[in-house]
């Protein structure tokens, strides 16, 4: 003998009513206990209202579009009578109800098929655990097990942005063509990925490649930025004498062919700034267990090229002279822009200057080179009215933007360190002692 069991919607917490985005069976379907008979959608989240018994779908009384609630009734499962027989313990814990018609009797209600308490009830799926569970069928989420994919990073493309099997299968293949990264890292961050817009809808547009530098830099970058918790800790330090001396050296030294730009002072400033601070001239070993402290002074600067963004080294800048810095300091920059560094020009740096001065603008905020702990930004000097205790002073200030890695450095150090380097700039004397 076979009974029929009205399946409603269980409790799904302190919602009213939700709508039905989908009916996952027909009538005449053979299903097992637990199997999901609707999806439903509140302004949250997406869930499964899953059956309270194995048996034979008689009835369906629900459509897409409908909304329904707590106790609402979604279809009607004939069930062998020994089923229902065989589940007089789940009496005794009733979460969702359903009502028991047997064909030839009145209907009684009767609780029944609690799910275990240590499964999670629709209730916590709808309010906390479903905003992590993706809008999905049992079948797509199957296969996003088999492939190991987090469905909550895969963007859907179904009704109400329900994901299909397309997506997955989509989701997958940018990931493995980035590498392992999704588009712009947003699957590895766990965030939207950037939509793809075909901006010639806007107006006329030309593609252009990103250059090979482009592409490279643009990685590294981002994953300093997102993987280092920065501070930018600026200050400007007083160069107006040290002008006036690179300036007469330069016309000492012209016959020689060699010019110094206020960037090599800045190096020398700085090799002395990492001798006095020694953790800015270390890195973090990846585990983050232990720093690394280092006993050699090289300095990498940004340079500007048509490519792109490199960064070459000049080794041991504390032993060598302003001379020495300022000739090595053209000779990489031209190989740079002439695309003649070799990999090893751009090794073992222990911190980074980009300097901006000869462009323009105030400050910025420059990006950690990693390994490195520290990069030190420079924007253009300007004249400025300083206070000098009884009156004001026409200073030539030089903008310094030093960024850390606050890791491994606190704010107190960081002040610290930009104060000395402004302070040795501001008397280049002090960079001899
Ligand atoms: N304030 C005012 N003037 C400055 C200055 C400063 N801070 N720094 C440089 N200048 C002046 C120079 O003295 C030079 O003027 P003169 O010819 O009259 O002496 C002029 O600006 C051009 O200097 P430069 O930029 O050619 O030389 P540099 O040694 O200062 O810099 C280099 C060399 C390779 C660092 C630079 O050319 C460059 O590529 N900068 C861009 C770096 C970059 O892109 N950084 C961004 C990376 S994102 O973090």
Known sequence: ?????????????????????????????QIAEEDSLITVESDKASMEIPSSHAGVVKEIRVSVGDSIAEGGLVAVIEV??????????????????????KTDEKP???PVASAPATKPSPTASMSTASLKNAHASPAVRKFARELGVDLVKVAGSGRNKRIVKDDVQTFVKKLMSSGGASINGAAALGVEPMPEIDFSQFGEIEVQALSKINKLTGKFLHRNWVTIPHITQFDEADITSLEAFRKQSNLEYADQGVKFTMLSFIMKAVAVGLKKYPRFNSSLEPSGENLILKNYFNIGVAVDTPDGLVV???RDVDKKSLVEISIELREISGKARNKKLKPSDMQGGCISISSLGGIGGTKFTPIVNAP????????????????????FEAKLMCPLCLSYDHRVIDGADGARFITYVSHLLADARRLLL
């Open 108 to 110: 009684q209600l009767a």
């Open 80 to 101: 062998s009578a020994e089923t229902v027989a065989e589940e007089p313990a789940k009496v005794e814990a009733p979460v969702q109800q359903t009502e028991v018609v």
């Open 1 to 29: 003998m076979s009974e029929m069991v009205e399946v409603k919607v269980p409790d799904i917490g302190d919602i009213d009513s939700v709508e039905i985005i989908e009916v996952l069976v027909s009538i005449g379907d």
């Open 312 to 314: 070459p080294v000049v």
């Open 372 to 391: 490195e702990v520290a990069i030190l930004g420079v924007s253009k000097a300007e004249m400025k009215p300083v206070w000098n205790g009884s009156e």
